[in-house]
């Protein structure tokens, strides 16, 4: 099973973008959009869910009126001031620590399975998808990724598909770890900036540490040609597929707007650098798969 994690330094860089237009390239493919804090791949996706799951990570307090004397305790020993004055636990600041559980002279506080949010199963006109959406102010995300991932392995093996395509987290916090876990390739989207080379260097460090394999695109390349060369040169450097670049097109925008992917519209520059970085990205997935075949332990 090869999972293909495509990920971004930070938001807005064309990372869901770019992985919506591979996915639509692909054949046999299950995609799932691990970026579960701000899901937004079925915007270009337009998924019909076909199973909805509820989500339950960690507890929360809760407290029972009926055996409650009011005397105090909980509210004295949260350090997160979740029990308010006519002692109620708040949802949105109980940290579900189980302190005033723990501590309650009367036994009058229970903790409960937490209800973060939910996620789906769903079939788009590229293929299975697996999404979800997570409550305001929940957390957990890390859990629900790996959720995610699992599932996706689930339905890729009923179908005897062989490719999973991952649109990770921005940044490299706990959901884009958990992305990351035991991946085939992460290939990170990059702006030619100079935050984008920093936050590029902060990813690859991560893929590193984790022993994965890494590449990069420079989306938008042709603001800042210069930048982009210093991507490139860097992932050279360092032994990182580079995979191209993506010109900055007007096309891009108005297929959104249609709430298709790049690819799926009329040929522009884009269309046809994506195109070109789906070739690459297949020669480096099946390089990958010959050094694993090669290696006496594999």
Not at 157 to 180: A, K, N, W
Not at 192 to 202: A, E, F, L, W, Y
Request: include cysteine; glycine fraction near 8%; aromatic fraction near 4%.
């Amino acid at each position: 099973m090869k999972e293909i994690v495509i990920i971004s330094g930070k938001g807005g860089t064309g990372k869901t973008t770019l992985t919506a237009s591979l996915a639509a390239l692909w054949k046999d493919i299950v995609i799932a959009d691990c970026d579960v804090d701000a899901a937004d791949l079925h915007l270009l996706l337009q998924p019909e869910d076909k199973k909805t799951n509820d989500f339950y990570a960690g507890v929360r307090a809760v407290i029972d009126p009926e055996l409650c004397t009011q005397c105090g305790t909980c509210r004295d020993v949260c350090v997160f001031d979740a029990v308010s004055d006519d002692f109620v636990v708040q949802d949105v600041s109980c940290e579900g620590c189980g302190v005033c559980y723990h501590f309650c002279p009367e036994s009058a506080i229970r903790l409960e399975d937490r209800l973060c949010g939910e996620w789906y199963e769903s079939e788009t006109r590229i293929g299975p998808m697996l999404h979800a959406r997570l409550g305001i102010a929940e957390e957990n995300s890390g859990k629900l990724v790996t959720l995610l991932r699992k599932e996706a392995k689930r339905v890729a093996e009923q179908r005897g598909f062989e490719t999973i395509l991952i649109d990770g987290s921005p940044g490299i916090g706990c959901p884009v770890i958990s992305s990351l876990g035991g991946a085939t390739l992460v290939a990170v989207v990059t702006e030619p900036t100079v935050s984008g080379i920093h936050d590029m260097d902060r990813i690859l460090a991560l893929a590193r540490h984790f022993q994965i394999p890494a590449a990069v695109v420079v989306n938008k390349a042709d603001l800042n040609p210069e930048n982009a060369d210093i991507i490139e040169n860097k992932a050279k450097e360092e032994n990182v597929c580079f995979l191209g670049r993506i010109p900055y097109d007007n096309a891009v925008t108005e297929a959104m707007v249609q709430g298709k992917t790049i690819v799926e519209c009329d040929r522009s520059g884009a269309s046809v650098a994506v195109e070109s970085i789906h070739r690459n990205l297949l020669a480096k997935v099946e390089s990958l798969d010959r050094a694993t075949g090669s290696r006496p332990d594999a």
